[in-house]
């Protein structure tokens, strides 16, 4: 049930949209993500139109917000400040 639910989002292609993304942008990467490789953050990251980050979390998989919070919440203070 839950991949039939998550099905729509994997036949997405995110990438098209990508260059729509004009404003600054912050990719924060689990850096032991498993379901999207690093390499992913890379390519992400040269189609966004905008200024373009990326923050490898150490430790954190493809939920790094939830495996690392204060190490998120400290890319995205670093980040907006």
Request: proline residues 7%.
């Amino acid at each position: 049930a839950a991949a039939r639910a998550f099905w729509p989002l994997g036949n997405t292609r995110l990438e098209k949209r990508l260059p729509l993304i004009a404003a600054p942008t912050l990719l924060i990467w689990g850096a032991e993500d498993r379901i999207v490789p690093r390499r992913y953050a890379d390519r992400f990251a040269a189609a966004i139109a905008g200024r373009t980050e990326i923050t490898t979390i150490p430790g954190a998989g493809h939920l790094a917000e939830l495996d690392k919070p204060d190490e998120v919440a400290a890319a995205i203070l670093r980040w907006t400040s």
